[in-house]
C-alpha cells in the first residue's frame, strides 16, 4: 500500500476516483485552497483512507510543480497512483473572440497538465512503480466546432498522455488514459443550466470513477466511459467533414 495523490483535490471525478482506491492507503489532496478540503476528507476517510493530507496547488503557476511532487514523495512516501484531475470547461462562445480566455483554457488544460505529468513520470520512473490516471474526454478526438478551444486541449493531452504511456513501458510505471464522454455534474451545471441538452451516452461521475477504478485494477492502459463509446469515436474519424461541421455544433 503507498499514497493515492489527487491533483485537482476538489474535482467531482477525481475525488470519487480516489474514493474507490483509498482503502488501505493514505491520500493527499492537492488543490488551490486546501483548507477548504474538509468535506472531501471526511469522505476519503470514510472510504478506508489510512489518513488524508491536504497540500496547496495551484495549477497554472507551473514553476511550483517539480518541488511540489518532490515534497509530496520526500514527506508521504512512494505513490501508489496520482489522478491528474483538474481542469476547466470554460465558455465556448467567448473563447471564440476572447484571446487571453482562450489561452487560459490552453494554459490550465494542456499546458499546466504537461508540468504535472512530466515531473510526475520522473518521480515514478524513479521509485519503479505506481499508476498515472490522466482524464481525456470524447472531445478530443474529433473536435467540434462548437467547443474546439477546449476539444483541442484534449486532444493535445490524449496525444501526450498516449506517447508517455509508450515511453514509460518497460520502467514499472503504468498510466491509464480514460475517455469519458459528456459527464452531467459539476463541471457541467452551468452548461446545462444555460439550455444545453446532455449528449447521448452521457455519464455521471460515479459512473466514471467505476469505470477507472475497474481498470485500474485490471492495468489496463486506456477506458472508454460507457465502453461502446469506443465504436462510436472509431466512426466519428470517418464522417465526411461537410456532414461532420453540420453535426458538431
Do not use: C
Amino acid at each position: 500500500m503507498g499514497t493515492i495523490v489527487l491533483f485537482g483535490g476538489r474535482s467531482e471525478i477525481g475525488v470519487a476516483t480516489a474514493v474507490r482506491l483509498a482503502a488501505g492507503n493514505a491520500v493527499v489532496l492537492a488543490a488551490r485552497r486546501p483548507d477548504d478540503l474538509a468535506v472531501e476528507s471526511r469522505v476519503l476517510q470514510a472510504a478506508g483512507a489510512t489518513r488524508v493530507h491536504t497540500v496547496a496547488f495551484d495549477a497554472d503557476d507551473v514553476s511550483s510543480h517539480p518541488g511540489l511532487i518532490a515534497s509530496i514523495v520526500a514527506d508521504h512516501g512512494p505513490i501508489e497512483a496520482a489522478i491528474i484531475a483538474f481542469g476547466i470547461l470554460g465558455d465556448a462562445a467567448r473563447a471564440e473572440t476572447d484571446v487571453e480566455h482562450a489561452l487560459a483554457i490552453a494554459h490550465t488544460d494542456y499546458y499546466a497538465q504537461i508540468s504535472v505529468l512530466t515531473p510526475l513520470a520522473v518521480a515514478l520512473r524513479e521509485q519503479g512503480s505506481g499508476t498515472i490516471i490522466v482524464y481525456s474526454s470524447i472531445a478530443g478526438v474529433r473536435v467540434r466546432k462548437g467547443n474546439y478551444v477546449y476539444g483541442s486541449t484534449k486532444a493535445g493531452l490524449d496525444g501526450f498522455a498516449s506517447g508517455l504511456a509508450d515511453a514509460l513501458h518497460g520502467s514499472g510505471v503504468h498510466l491509464l488514459l480514460a475517455r469519458p464522454g459528456f459527464v452531467i455534474g459539476a463541471m457541467t451545471r452551468d452548461l446545462m443550466a444555460s439550455g444545453v441538452e446532455p449528449a447521448p451516452m452521457s455519464v455521471t461521475a460515479d459512473q466514471v470513477a467505476d469505470a477507472v477504478a475497474t481498470a485500474y485494477r485490471k492495468r489496463r492502459g486506456e477506458v472508454w466511459i460507457p465502453g461502446r463509446l469506443r465504436a462510436v469515436a472509431f466512426a466519428m474519424r470517418f464522417v465526411p467533414r461537410a456532414i461532420w461541421r453540420r453535426l458538431s455544433r
